[in-house]
């Protein structure tokens, strides 16, 4: 017997290792893939694309916030994973009478290194989750050596349009960006993905920066365009979404990643906030 309390606090106790895996969060799909579980995973939503051949060799079970329960009990699983933010409370409960559902509230790399070691544990796969967390740990040190002499800047970083919306306190896209040196201008907004008026973008805080992710939302250069024009001169770059929301074994690509995203900056020598260049 076994027992662990997951990242919202529920208790879940397993007699034996589990077997049989429904992922319902894209990027637990690929974390448990990275941990060498692929044969466990019965199970994914139709948004997990990475691996990409998953999608053709497990079962499709709906959505992240709308899943088909009876897909899911003919695949008899032992354990659910999901994810506070990702899916609903709604779909939680109606999960648990089918098998322990696990859930991650992930706002910060320490929280993420937490579920890694977690998992490690629940599936006996503590030597893989060992080595994933030290990758991470290695690439995030390199990556704080690297960002420490960069400039701040000030961003805006967008999900959705009709309406506009951002990303706010409370999220990992937040964490990623501070860790980048970069202030969310909508960070002090109420709501972790705040409703914005991009028409006062710059008395929020005129950004340097306009980010566009690329999920969930497809934007387009007429998109950048148009919220360029609520800025002074900002520099409008689109974003690998996945890089910036997905927790995870997918960190470890991501800090390269933020290197070569902050090549792409210019830098605001006309911006007199923030002290002299050299």
């Known amino acids: 017997m076994k027992t662990f309390t997951d990242q919202i606090g529920n208790t879940h106790t397993f007699t034996e290792t589990p077997k049989r895996i429904v992922s319902l969060v894209p990027s637990q799909t690929e974390l448990l893939f990275d941990l060498g579980l692929e044969d466990k995973i019965v199970g994914i939503t139709k948004f997990c694309v990475h691996p990409y051949h998953l999608k053709s060799t497990k079962k499709i079970i709906g959505g992240t916030k709308k899943v088909h329960i009876e897909k899911i009990r003919l695949l008899q699983p032992d354990i659910i994973i999901a994810n506070k933010e990702e899916n609903t409370l709604e779909i ?15 706002i910060t790399i320490d929280n993420n290194i937490a579920m890694i070691e977690q998992l490690g544990q629940i599936f006996s796969v503590r030597t893989q989750a060992r080595q994933w ?12 050596e690297y960002i420490k002499d960069k400039p ?17 306190n409370d999220t990992f896209i937040n964490e990623l960006l501070k860790l980048n040196k970069i202030t969310n201008i909508y960070e002090k907004n109420e ?3 705040p409703e914005v008026i ?14 566009l992710s690329s999920e969930p939302y497809p934007f387009k250069d007429e998109d950048a365009f148009e919220l360029g024009r609520h800025t002074h001169h900002a520099q409008t770059i689109f974003v ?12 470890v690509k991501a800090f390269p990643y933020f290197k070569q995203l902050r090549e792409r900056m210019v830098d605001h020598d006309h911006d ?6 050299h």
């Open 92 to 106: 939680v409960e109606s999960l648990k009478d089918i098998a322990p559902v696990w859930v991650s509230d992930i």
């Open 133 to 144: 967390i030290d990758k991470i740990n290695f690439g995030l040190a390199d990556f704080k």
């Open 152 to 168: 701040e800047k000030r961003a805006a970083y967008f999900i959705w349009k009709n309406p506009y919306m951002v990303a706010g």
């Open 191 to 193: 709501g972790r993905y």
């Open 198 to 211: 991009v028409q006062k973008m710059r008395i929020q805080g005129d950004p340097h920066i306009i980010f």
């Open 240 to 251: 690998d979404g996945e890089m910036f929301s997905w927790y995870g074994s997918r960190l």
């Open 272 to 277: 007199h906030d923030h002290g002299h260049h």
